[in-house]
């Protein structure tokens, strides 16, 4: 086996033991864009093999990203960071001599997967053996040594804490193999400046790792105890992504609304990004219901950029799971929140993440868990199987659903929440919706697309719209995962692929 350096040894948590994606294919999602499988948009294409001549003075880097968007803003850091070092971005993976995956390890699914993606990615490695493929992020963190002994042609394993090093990191891997796997307490990465992709959306971690510690949930051990950024960072780094054109902030964190640096709440940072000129919409992802106080139902409430939508993860319909799960909510508890958000703000527009199989849940909590979602009525709804992560508390007990009747849990609430969906999506035909424009959709480049304020994707015909501006769009059809404005052919929205990220 390969010497491993070891080039920061002391892990301030028990990181033994693996963030947040949602996989598609176990998933139901409406929002395809934000949560499918490679989120870069460098994806691997097909084709002629490009002439590569090395020069030792050369730094191309490829960076692929999978899972949440947390790892998609992680990755704009890396771009960031390397920029500043000398490497260039390429967007094919055979140009380059750095190759960095940025991994997840939310479900044993998200690993197998990038396994068969390392072992694509190694050709390009034993045809040069000067390139350094590194991993980063989630799996990287799950696994550490381990990845290398599995996949020997990897150099480099650094996890979500280790970024600010990277620069030296890739060196040390180009002479021996290398783990960057120290979690901190306090990093967070404030000061340093994203490359970020175009577009409209600028992605803010405001807050790192999670200290809620579900029983099924992997994030703790790999990303860390949770931290805030400085709010002035936070302020200061809104006000840029405005300077640059970004029409909307997205603020993240594991447990977004948890956020707190003295005396600044998650409501006060709405309040004072509300205030930043350019920016049109201020969304985040994902808030615990716990931490949901009526202070930030408030300031959602009173800020005109916050749009009237949420992502409230349920999990389980079942008191039971919800406390075997370590919740910290009942479902009553959550329904009372529900009523408190659309006191608030109506017709808010809800979503949520629902895990089925978790140890012990009976055909009885099954049943409350698919009444829980028709009483909330959410807009839609991520579904996933529960997957033992090793690590997590929950991996010690027996699992008691098999994956047959998982899938047929799955099944039923995906086939359920998209019928709710349509309906809900029809109701709005007729009306008129407020897009922020994202661009063309991918099947017909005439037809463009953007996010209603509902947070729903909206197509219409382009008529020289320039992306980021807002536009009213008149809905004539639906889909269960998108509006169709008047004048978009309905067939090709049949499948909600032909809308890209
Ligand atoms: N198995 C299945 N789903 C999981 N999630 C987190 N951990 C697991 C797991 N072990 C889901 C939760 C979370 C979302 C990001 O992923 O629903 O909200
Ligand atoms: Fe995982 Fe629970 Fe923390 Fe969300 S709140 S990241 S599900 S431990």
């Known amino acids: 086996m390969r010497r491993i350096h070891l080039s920061l040894l002391i892990m301030e948590v028990p990181a033994e033991r693996v963030l947040c994606l949602r996989e598609f294919t176990d998933a139901f999602c409406h929002d395809l864009g934000s949560r499918s499988r490679r989120v870069s948009p460098n994806e691997p294409r097909k084709g002629r093999e490009v002439a590569y001549n090395p020069s030792p003075m050369e730094r191309r880097l490829y960076i692929e990203t999978y899972g949440c968007q947390m790892n998609v803003a992680d990755s704009e850091l890396m771009l960031g960071q390397l920029g500043r070092a000398g490497y260039r971005r390429v967007e094919r993976a055979e140009e380059a001599d750095v190759i960095l995956v940025n991994t ?60 600010r090093r990277l620069p030296e990191l890739i060196d040390e891997a180009r002479e021996e193999p290398t783990l960057g796997v120290r979690l901190s307490r306090v990093e967070t990465y404030g000061e340093l400046v994203p490359a970020r992709a175009d577009g409209v959306r600028a992605w803010v971690s405001i807050m790192r790792g999670c200290d809620k510690f579900c029983t ?19 302020q200061r780094q809104v006000e840029h992504a405005a300077a640059e054109g970004f029409r909307e902030i997205v603020f993240l964190g594991q447990t977004v609304n948890a956020y707190r640096d003295g005396e600044v709440d998650f409501a006060e940072l709405l309040i004072r990004a509300n205030r930043v000129p350019g920016i049109v919409r201020i969304r985040f992802t994902s808030p615990h ?28 319909g079942s008191d039971a799971v919800l406390r075997r799960m370590r919740r910290i909510y009942s479902i009553d508890e959550y329904g009372r929140l529900v009523e408190r958000i659309r006191r608030a703000i109506p017709g808010i527009a809800l979503s949520t993440d629902i895990i089925v199989g978790f140890p012990g849940e009976t055909e009885e909590d099954f ?18 199987k529960y997957s033992p992560r090793p690590g997590a508390r929950s991996a010690e007990w027996p699992e008691t659903v098999d994956d047959r009747e998982k899938t047929r849990r799955i099944t039923l609430l995906i086939e359920e929440q998209k019928a709710r969906s349509l309906r809900k999506n029809e109701s709005d035909v007729g009306s008129t919706v407020e897009v922020l424009v994202e661009g063309p959709t991918k099947r017909t480049p005439t037809e463009w697309f953007g996010k209603s304020r509902h947070f729903k994707t909206t197509v219409f015909p382009h008529r020289g ?8 769009v008149r809905v004539a059809a639906a889909t269960p995962h998108a509006l169709l404005g008047e004048g978009v052919r309905a067939a090709a929205f049949a499948a909600v692929e032909d809308v890209p990220a």
């Open 367 to 384: 049943e409350a868990t698919r009444q829980a979602m028709a009483r909330i009525g959410y807009e839609s709804a991520f579904i996933f």
């Open 104 to 163: 997840c390890a939310i479900r044993e699914h998200a690993e197998q997967r990038i396994y068969g993606r390392l072992g694509e990615l190694t050709r390009y490695k034993l045809r040069r053996p000067g390139v350094v493929l590194g991993v980063a992020g989630c799996m990287a963190q799950h696994l550490r040594a381990r990845l290398i002994e599995r996949v020997p042609q990897v150099d480099l394993v650094v996890g979500p804490d280790g970024y």
């Open 216 to 234: 099924f949930c992997i994030v703790p051990y790999v990303r860390g105890r949770e931290r805030s950024l400085p709010a002035d960072e936070v």
């Open 465 to 472: 719209e320039r992306v980021g501006d807002l536009l009213s």
């Open 289 to 316: 219901p716990s931490d949901m106080t009526d202070r930030a139902i408030d300031a959602m409430a009173r800020c005109e950029k916050v749009p009237p939508h949420l992502h409230l993860p349920l999990q389980s």
